[in-house]
């Protein structure tokens, strides 16, 4: 689905991040692989070249535009060219609501639009370019009513809406922009999650699991690279006339 193509993955954490660089890989791509974990950059990199692509590791602090200008200018230089960033990098969510968050609290996770907003801005000339595309990874938080969300679901209707500006400005000019939203990731941190809340009450983790799982229409919550194969579609040429949406990946716990 991206053979010959170049993929930047902006936010290679455990999990999705290298979900959807090796996933990227394995549909045919070439990966530019940034965070701020050198050592995780490089055992990712080491996946990527396994299944025979290339890897370009460039450790980046996503919140300073000069690394940033620096991370696609040595992709685009190493790799030749540059046709997909998927943006996954955040801010983690306070967990506080609206009324009891100070501004400067509210303040600092709003950073996280502006990082995406920053990547883009960068990897503008390259995509327009090569007719690429953006994939701006998303939350279920823009959808549902847990609470305690408070800055978290501004942040996130923010960054939703910044995808779809960005497909209005870009779209003329041949660049795709949109957005996943998954839920539950059943990836190592959930996991944990899990086994702690199921040692505290004495029952096992899949009874954690299918009490969450049973709000959705699957019954189970999707992997890592269940999320990263839907953002692998949307970069590809198959979606060539989908852009400005944002696609739910939650194993049917939200419907749009």
Avoid: W
């Avoid at 045919?28 to 940034?34: H, I, K, N, Q």
């Avoid at 059943?186 to 040692?199: I, L, T």
């Avoid at 004495?202 to 959705?216: N, S």
């Amino acid at each position: 689905m991206l053979a010959g193509k170049v993929v930047l993955v902006a936010g290679v954490g455990p999990g999705l991040g290298q979900a959807l660089a090796v996933r990227s890989a394995v549909a045919g791509a070439d990966v530019v692989l940034a965070s701020r974990n050198a050592e995780r950059l490089e055992a990712v990199a080491a996946e990527v070249r396994a299944a025979g692509r290339r890897a370009v590791v460039v450790p980046t602090d996503l919140t300073d535009p000069t690394a940033v200008r620096h991370l696609v200018d040595t992709g685009v230089a190493e790799l030749g060219r540059l046709d997909a960033v998927l943006h996954n990098a955040y801010l983690p969510p306070s967990r506080e609501n609206l009324l009891d968050s100070g501004l400067d609290r509210v303040r600092e996770e709003l950073a996280s639009p502006l990082m995406a907003l920053e990547m883009v801005r960068r990897a503008a000339p390259a995509l327009v370019e090569s007719k690429g595309s953006v994939v701006v990874v998303n939350s279920m938080i823009v959808r549902n009513r847990l609470p305690r969300f408070g800055a978290y679901r501004m942040t996130k209707a923010s960054l939703l809406a910044l995808a779809r500006g960005l497909s209005i400005e870009l779209g003329p000019q041949g660049v795709r922009v949109n957005s996943i939203a998954p839920g539950y990731i059943m990836g190592d941190a959930v996991e944990a999650s899990f086994a702690k809340a199921a040692r505290e009450r004495g029952v096992t983790p899949d009874v954690i699991h299918d009490e969450i799982a049973a709000d959705t229409d699957l019954r189970r919550l999707p992997r890592p690279e269940e999320i990263a194969d839907a953002a692998v579609f949307l970069a590809s040429d198959l979606a060539r006339a989908i852009t400005g949406q944002c696609l739910d990946v939650t194993s049917g716990a939200t419907h749009h």
